[in-house]
């Protein structure tokens, strides 16, 4: 599990080699859709320090064309505001006809990027999807909300993210792996895809962290064998708890 | 300082996390107000004022039926930018999540999310945000304005002021874009209880209970005790019970009154799904079992014993 660097407050990246989990379901979904397609280019784009390359390269191995990492020290510390600015501007510079994300971030759990990036290419959304199919500019897509199924439609270019119900990930060949290296790996900057230092990073962006604190305590807890007894232990502390 | 939150409905009535959400702010600030987006929401204005919303906004519009973000991002961007919100706060599920993210864009303002408590310091506000898998609680505020906030579901009560709302129709203006994704089909089941975000008790069963059968006596204890059954990812994956019930990374978060644990080792994908709330008891066979190091009351024992003689000591008491 990743931690907060106690100085700056921001989560300590370094060292982190493995590509996020649920980002390889949008991999492999996209490699699945070029696939099925018989065409097509499939660019992994992300945001972080170079050696972010290390993990890219994984979803190159996997199948992917080629790709693009926007490494820039300007862009450390960049909160929702300034991350969804630099790969709205990213993918611009690419135009695609969809634009795939994971289901979560890993560091901070955030479910709230495609909604931004979309916003700012004025691109439709659809989120959460666990099955997708495109056909004839149009990408038809079903996911799972606290009340169902839903059933969505929207016209391409589309900005969607997959759950991780979406597919299972293929594991890279060997062939795969060794091929991987050669792909066009492209490190831009923020000049590079005209994005003003200003509206990247801490500068670029709109919260703050002001203070960690460990979790609160449970306080103290009990721990009981049964002994034919622990039904009426439970209802004696639930009682005792107002929870009945 | 003024506040305004975004009141998701769902059938006839609007969600219980957006009315908590609602009490709190209107507890922190007297000007809040909410906004209902929809068609036919007009109805719903007067639940919103009893929960206490100063002003209710209405708007109300046939291509605002489905409940898709893009519309919505439109309409609340829009009813900040008129009246100069300094707040505007969600309750997280999939719908408002979209719309606080798309929100966040349209008007370059800073999001939290994950909150699980919202506090005025000195004039400001301070979120408390539960981060990387709940180890560590962050106190986050913002840079600018507006100010908005994605509040985790069970986090706030809501509170009855029995005040009527000022209600203001609100015109709708949607950009190009924002119909460019439609609802083709919607399957929703019909609940027959409260869902696991919404109820105040939850009985969860993970692979302890040995297969799908085991969940009759967790769906009785649950009946008994007025709450609702939630599931781990492992029951879900092998097809013990259905997606809407998971709990944890990979499904739903929740904060309940009361928390029961059944069968349940507390693997670390599932403790950050529901270590917020109140109260944990946990039965399981295996003493070493995660779980018992973040529950108030543990059991070591047999859940098909204990669950039975609770269930019935639980309806004794209640009739």
């Not at chain 1, 500068?203 to 962290?209: I, L």
């Not at chain 2, 922190?28 to 002003?55: C, H």
């Not at chain 2, 209600?167 to 919607?186: C, G, I, Y």
Request: overall charge negative.
């Amino acid at each position: 599990m990743r931690r907060m660097d106690p100085a700056t407050m921001r989560v300590q990246r370094s060292g982190d080699r493995s590509l996020n989990a649920f980002d390889l379901n949008a991999v492999e979904e996209a490699l699945r859709l070029k696939e099925a397609a018989g065409d097509g280019e499939v660019i992994l784009l992300s945001m972080g320090p170079a050696q972010a390359l290390d993990s890219i390269r994984k979803g190159l191995a996997m199948g992917a064309d080629r790709a693009v990492l926007v490494a820039d020290d300007a862009a450390a510390g960049s909160d929702l505001v300034a991350t969804s600015h630099v790969l709205a501007k990213a993918i611009e510079r690419e135009s695609p006809d969809l634009v795939l994300f994971g289901q979560q971030a890993s560091d901070s759990d955030g479910a709230v990027m495609w909604a931004a990036v979309a916003d700012r290419l004025r691109l439709p959304v659809i989120s959460q999807i666990s099955e997708l199919e495109v056909s004839g500019g149009q990408v038809t897509a079903k996911r799972q909300t606290e009340f169902g199924y839903d059933k969505i439609r929207a016209d391409l270019p589309a900005v969607l993210s997959v759950s991780d119900a979406v597919n299972e990930p293929r594991y890279p060949s060997l062939k795969g792996i060794m091929g991987a290296k050669k792909k066009p790996q492209d490190v831009v900057s923020l000049a590079d895809i005209g994005v003003d230092a200003s509206r990247a990073g801490e500068a670029g962006s709109r919260t703050t962290v002001r203070a960690l604190n460990p979790p609160p305590s449970r306080g103290d807890n009990q721990k009981i064998e049964d002994d034919g007894t622990a039904a009426q232990k439970i209802l004696e502390f639930l009682i005792e708890r107002k929870l009945v | 300082m003024s506040t305004l939150v975004f009141l998701e409905h769902h059938g006839s009535g609007i969600q219980k996390g957006a009315l908590g959400v609602l009490s709190k702010a209107a507890a922190l600030d007297p000007d809040t107000a909410g906004v209902l987006v929809g068609s036919g929401v007009a109805a719903l204005a007067a639940e919103a004022g009893r929960f206490g919303a100063a002003r209710v906004f209405v708007a109300d519009d046939p291509a605002l039926e489905a409940p898709l973000p893009q519309g919505r991002v439109d309409v609340v961007s829009g009813l900040v930018r008129d009246h100069g919100f300094d707040n505007v706060l969600f309750a997280a599920s999939v719908l408002a999540t979209d719309v606080a993210g798309g929100v966040s864009a349209r008007l370059d303002a800073g999001l939290n999310w994950d909150l699980v408590d919202l506090v005025q310091e000195g004039g400001d506000l301070v979120g408390k945000r539960a981060a990387l898998g709940d180890s560590v609680y962050v106190d986050v505020g913002w840079s600018g304005g507006p100010r908005l906030g994605l509040v985790r579901s069970g986090s706030f009560e809501p509170v009855e002021h029995g005040a009527a709302g000022a209600v203001e129709n609100v015109s709708v203006q949607l950009e190009d874009f924002s119909s460019k994704a439609t609802m083709v089909e919607q399957a929703h089941e019909e609940q027959t209880g409260p869902s696991i975000e919404e109820a105040d008790i939850l009985v969860a069963g993970g692979r302890g209970l040995g297969g799908p059968e085991g969940f009759g006596i967790l769906e009785e204890l649950a009946a008994a005790l007025g709450g609702a059954v939630a599931s781990t990812r492992a029951v879900v994956d092998s097809g013990w019970y259905p997606y809407a019930t998971q709990v944890g990374q990979t499904g739903k978060t929740v904060s309940p009154k009361l928390y029961i644990g059944c069968g349940i080792s507390g693997a670390i994908q599932h403790k950050v799904g529901m270590q917020t709330s109140q109260v944990i008891v946990s039965i399981n066979k295996d003493a070493n079992a995660p779980i018992f190091d973040f529950s108030d009351f543990g059991v070591v024992g047999d859940l098909h014993a204990v669950i039975p003689q609770l269930t019935a000591l639980v309806k004794e008491r209640k009739a």
